[in-house]
């Protein structure tokens, strides 16, 4: 292709772009006057959106001062005011806008957690032996002081039977004592007055060993497994079983240190445990440690959560959550947050006229974002119609009375 085809086809493609630009562009005649582009041109390339609106830029200055009778600068001005008339700078467009409310920043805790029946004993027995019975099964649910198992116990019966027969005669010796009243017997009485609580001492004690030879539950909840049979030498150290009242549990976990003055003993919160997706269980902070770990710099909580279905066991991993109520900030609809090379603003109605306000967001939620601004409760900020809005420019508000009225020759246009 010849050099001065390609030539013409580049100029004519740089004067379509200028053209749509100036067409699409609000605010482009200006720009074209700011650079020295002669008015008469600007008039033609820049189409009338609006044939009595008024001219941005300095053509109604101009022409004021043609009006005041300075010869040709009558005519300049008014050629000026008819160029930005075809722009239709003065249209108002249409927004839609939404109160701002205030909300609250929740700050919500998430840790993982151990489960712990609420009381739990490992039976042990008092007294060493060989194992005569074993009175439980694995899995039963006992009662607090049945018998789970006994040791042999002859040798402590016969010690009991024999302290018996030596009360009976104590016993017996002391009335016979009793009766003379010579000084004798009466020194005799004492010693067998003596004898008498001796003797009862003494049956107390065999029956105490006699007593011990039986392994009771000091709480009631359910048997783990037994691990010993009858005919086995135990021990003071040999676990007999373990007995779980899961009537409710105790989660033990850890919070970061910034937590530690805001968790409260008593303080709500839910549960779930891992094995048990999409249950949740309600309980409630039980305790706090009362220092910080220095190696985790965490604190140690224990939370407390009902089990009356008993469908939970010890040892279970857990994951609890709890909700702090923090900071108050404007709430402003997600569709009025924008963006521009300053960061993030919103567009606020006041007087009919919209204002840009820079707002920093704090956090975003479905329905609002929480943003920190100058914004109070109650202010009107855009949510629609965003694309046409200025700054300082009157905008009507669709369904609000109140709002800006149109001017003469004025009429509001939808945004693009």
């Known amino acids: 292709m010849a050099f001065w085809k390609q030539l013409t086809l580049s100029l004519a493609a740089i004067a379509a772009g200028l053209l749509l630009w100036v067409w699409f562009v609000p605010g482009a005649d200006g720009v074209l006057r700011r650079i020295g582009v002669p008015e008469s041109v600007v008039a033609l390339v820049a189409p009338a959106a609006d044939e009595t609106g008024e001219a941005p830029g300095n053509g109604q200055a101009r022409q004021g001062?043609?009006?005041?009778?300075?010869?040709?600068?009558?005519?300049?001005?008014?050629?000026?005011?008819?160029?930005?008339?075809?722009?239709?700078?003065?249209?108002?467009?249409?927004?839609?806008?939404?109160?701002?409310?205030?909300?609250?920043?929740?700050?919500?805790?998430s840790a993982l957690g151990t489960g712990d029946a609420i009381q739990s004993v490992t039976i042990m027995p008092q007294v060493s032996g060989m194992l005569a019975?074993?009175?439980?099964?694995?899995?039963?649910?006992?009662?607090?002081?049945?018998?789970?198992?006994?040791?042999?116990?002859?040798?402590?019966?016969?010690?009991?039977?024999?302290?018996?027969?030596a009360l009976k005669s104590a016993t017996e010796k002391n009335q016979l004592y009793a009766n003379l009243k010579s000084a004798v017997s009466r020194i005799d009485a004492f010693d067998a007055a003596i004898a008498l609580e001796g003797a009862k001492l003494a049956l107390a004690s065999a029956e105490l060993e006699l007593k011990r030879r039986e392994?009771?539950?000091?709480?009631?909840?359910?048997?783990?497994?037994?691990?010993?049979?009858?005919?086995?030498?135990?021990?003071?150290?040999?676990?007999?079983?373990?007995?779980?009242?899961?009537?409710?549990?105790?989660?033990?976990?850890?919070?970061?240190?910034?937590?530690?003055?805001i968790?409260?003993?008593?303080?709500?919160?839910?549960?779930?445990?891992?094995?048990?997706?999409?249950?949740?269980?309600?309980?409630?902070?039980?305790?706090?440690?009362?220092?910080?770990?220095?190696?985790?710099?965490?604190?140690?909580?224990?939370?407390?959560?009902?089990?009356?279905?008993?469908?939970?066991?010890?040892?279970?991993?857990?994951?609890?959550?709890?909700?702090?109520?923090?900071?108050?900030?404007?709430?402003?609809?997600?569709?009025?947050?924008?963006?521009?090379?300053?960061g993030s603003f919103v567009w606020r109605v006041t007087e009919g006229k919209a204002e840009k306000v820079p707002v920093r967001i704090v956090q975003r939620n479905p329905d609002a974002v929480l943003v920190e601004a100058k914004l109070a409760e109650g202010?009107?900020?855009v949510t629609e119609g965003v694309q046409r809005v200025r700054a300082g420019r009157v905008v009507q508000v669709i369904g609000d009375e109140a709002g800006a009225k149109p001017a003469d020759g004025e009429r509001p246009v939808a945004s693009r």
Request: net charge negative.
């Open 133 to 165: 019975e074993i009175a439980i099964k694995s899995g039963e649910r006992i009662a607090k002081g049945q018998v789970i198992a006994r040791l042999e116990n002859e040798e402590q019966r016969i010690a009991r039977d024999q302290a018996q027969v």
């Open 379 to 381: 202010d009107r900020v």
């Open 215 to 261: 392994i009771v539950a000091p709480i009631g909840g359910v048997a783990g497994i037994v691990t010993v049979n009858p005919g086995d030498n135990v021990t003071t150290s040999t676990a007999i079983a373990t007995v779980d009242d899961r009537s409710e549990l105790l989660i033990d976990f850890w919070v970061p240190e910034r937590f530690a003055p």
């Open 65 to 109: 001062q043609g009006a005041q009778g300075q010869g040709p600068g009558a005519g300049q001005g008014a050629a000026q005011g008819q160029g930005g008339n075809r722009r239709g700078a003065g249209a108002q467009p249409l927004v839609v806008v939404r109160p701002v409310e205030v909300g609250t920043v929740n700050d919500r805790l």
């Open 263 to 342: 968790i409260k003993v008593g303080q709500p919160l839910t549960a779930t445990a891992v094995a048990r997706q999409g249950k949740l269980y309600e309980g409630s902070v039980a305790a706090a440690d009362n220092r910080i770990d220095e190696a985790s710099r965490t604190l140690r909580i224990r939370a407390k959560i009902a089990n009356e279905n008993d469908d939970l066991r010890a040892g279970m991993a857990f994951t609890v959550a709890m909700s702090f109520d923090g900071e108050r900030f404007p709430a402003v609809d997600p569709l009025s947050v924008q963006w521009d090379s300053d």
